[in-house]
Structure formats: structure tokens, C-alpha cells
């Protein structure tokens, strides 16, 4: 009777962490706004991709703030991945979504090792740091590799990493972690 209970238990647990996962992922866009909030604007629903230099599209960006962060570039498509003493250990392109973060800086506010992302693509390694009017926005990567260009028709916040960059990612932005976020 005793391990028949057990078994009961740990199922429900399971079914209850599980549940607690989905839910924790939509709520993630309605943290609020004062925790740890240090936008310098309001996120608006898309920031326009103006071009950006080429000739070192790689290097870091001179205002993108000091100390350890991550550093997330709306026009370049690109992220810096920035250790304390201001040298960049990874850089990477990554495909976003179709609803862009206002330029500020952001604290990481939650991750999920695996969900389902908003267009049906299992992801792994998410890491959340804002929301855009109710959408949340956070980097992670899909299992199978892909990463689609976004339908504008669908307002998604993912942006999409390669998995190896997704791992770094996951390792580097724990909690409270800073995102900078540049035009």
C-alpha cells in the first residue's frame, strides 16, 4: 500500500510541476513592473531595424553598458555574452521574433529548460527578460535546430539561438542577470 501511495504522490508531483512550468511560462509576461526593472523606456510592440555598421558587425557596441551582461542588438540580430571584466567570451546572430524589446537594460526574470515555444516548436534553454504588451520575450533554442524568420502576422517573443548558443546562454544568464538591449 505504501509504494502504491508513493507512486500516486510522485505522480501528482510530477503532473503539478509540469503544470506549474506552463503556467509559470505565460505568466512570465505579467512580472512586476518595478522588480528589478531598470528599463530606461517603455517597450514598445516592434523597434525598428536600422542598419548598422558592417565593416565590424562582431564587435561589441560602445554603449552597451559595463560589467557582466548580455548584450542583445535589435538591428544587428546579433547578442555579445560580456564577462565582469568587459571582454566578450561568445558572440552569435540569432533570429527574433516578431515583437522586439525597447532598447534598456532588463533583469533575466525566469528560464525553462524545455517548453514549447509559440509556434509549436519544442525549445529548450529559455531565458526570459521582458514582456511587449502581454508577449513575453526571452532567448532559447529549438531542438530541431530551427530557427524560422518570425510570421509577423503571429507576435511572438522568442529569439532564436543555435543550440550551442542556447547552452552558453543558459549557463551565463541566470537570474537576475543583466540583458542590455541596443538598437
Same mark, same amino acid.
Given at each position: ?78 547578442? !555579445? ?42 525549445? #529548450? ?35 532564436? #539561438? ?7 546562454? !543558459? ?5 537576475? #542577470? ?6
Amino acid at each position: 500500500m505504501a509504494s502504491s501511495s508513493a507512486g500516486f504522490v510522485t505522480g501528482l508531483t510530477v503532473a503539478a510541476v509540469a503544470a506549474v512550468g506552463v503556467l509559470a511560462y505565460q505568466a512570465s509576461a505579467s512580472v512586476p513592473a518595478g522588480l528589478g526593472d531598470t528599463r530606461a523606456s517603455t517597450p514598445s510592440t516592434a523597434a525598428s531595424k536600422a542598419p548598422r555598421d558592417q565593416r565590424n558587425a562582431t564587435a561589441l557596441p560602445a554603449a552597451s553598458g559595463a560589467g557582466r551582461r548580455v548584450v542583445y542588438s535589435v538591428a544587428a540580430d546579433r547578442v !555579445w555574452l560580456v564577462g565582469a571584466d568587459g571582454k566578450v567570451t561568445r558572440t552569435f546572430a540569432v533570429t527574433p521574433g516578431s515583437v522586439d524589446p525597447a532598447p534598456g537594460t532588463y533583469p533575466v526574470t525566469s528560464r525553462s529548460n524545455s517548453v514549447t515555444g509559440t509556434d509549436g516548436t519544442p525549445i #529548450e534553454h529559455v531565458v526570459r527578460f521582458t514582456s511587449v504588451d502581454g508577449v513575453a520575450i526571452g532567448f532559447s533554442a529549438a531542438l530541431d535546430g530551427s530557427a524560422p524568420a518570425a510570421d509577423p502576422a503571429v507576435r511572438t517573443g522568442g529569439i532564436r #539561438e543555435s543550440r550551442p548558443d542556447g547552452d552558453a546562454m !543558459w549557463r551565463f544568464a541566470t537570474i537576475g #542577470e543583466k540583458v542590455v538591449v541596443i538598437r
